[in-house]
């Protein structure tokens, strides 16, 4: 099966992403409050027709204005995780690359402890999250231009490591004197990612961001080839190195700050998923991008009809993708006799 899809380009895509449709109808029919097909079909004649009475019904309501924007985000979000994963994984030639290696993740969660602790709202927690997500990346960029070494890659990680320590820890400071009937319950929650608050105008104020993150990385893909090499040899072919790195490190952070903005930090999406599509289409990132944004999506699809139809209380998305994701990252490791390429 997979072999056929690395030899038919057409049925690949189409098969990922029939798989995303499929999920996001599972998604949009199963829950607290299940729909059947026949309910969904009724109610999207009637928004065709423009009548109020479906629309305002409780099945409309359920389906608009809770399950939509969640089903949505998930598509989003996940997608763009998985791209800038893909993304780190290709400039930095390193299998245990993730989205939050430069510290996005770790600024955006001290971004929203500090919003929930300063009782900002939740849009305030989203900017907030995502400003301080963009200032470590940032932070983690230029102190690293600051030491004169050959391996830029080495000292862009090892600067990572430790700005995100630091913004881990001022975290940490914030939970421990926040208030622990109110603030701390709900910075506790944020970090371990969630779609529960997800609202249309959510979605509508990450898309231009998504978008913007996304084209670049999808413009420079085949670069990304090139950089798999090494720097030397990509300079010998004429190659920016420096600016590429630098573009797609913009892209793939406005990517991954956008969407922790809103769905809080959730792990493993970015370090598992471009794992299995390079096990489907190959290491060659005119393929590998496109089928990593399409697996994310699906993915936590995927996840996120589990948290909310496991138990009876929703899980964070996070516990779920960390169970699931270390014994199936382990899996995938034992698989690599050759290298991760």
Known sequence: ??????????????????????????????????????????????????????????????????????????IIIGAALSASGAAYQGIFRNPLVSPDLLGASAGAGFGAALAIVSSLGFFGTQVLSFLFSLITVSLTYMISTRFKKSDTALILVLTGMLIATLFSSLTSLLKYLADPYEKLPTITLWLMGSLSRVQMKDIQNILFLFVIGLIPLIVLRWRLNVLSFGDEEAQALGVNTTGIRLSVIISATVLTASAVSISGIIGWVGLLIPHIARLIVGPDYRTLLPASIFLGSAYLLLVDTLARTLFPLEIPLGIITSIIGAPIFLLLLSKMKRGWT
């Open 1 to 74: 099966m997979i072999k056929t899809l690395m030899k038919h380009p057409s049925l690949r895509y189409g098969s990922l992403l029939l798989l995303v449709a499929v999920l996001a109808l599972i998604s949009l029919l199963v829950g607290r409050f299940p729909t059947s097909l026949h309910e969904v079909t009724t109610l999207c004649l009637s928004i065709l027709q423009g009548k109020e009475q479906g629309i305002q019904s409780v099945i409309g309501t359920v389906i608009i204005k809770i399950r939509l924007p969640r089903i949505l985000a998930a």
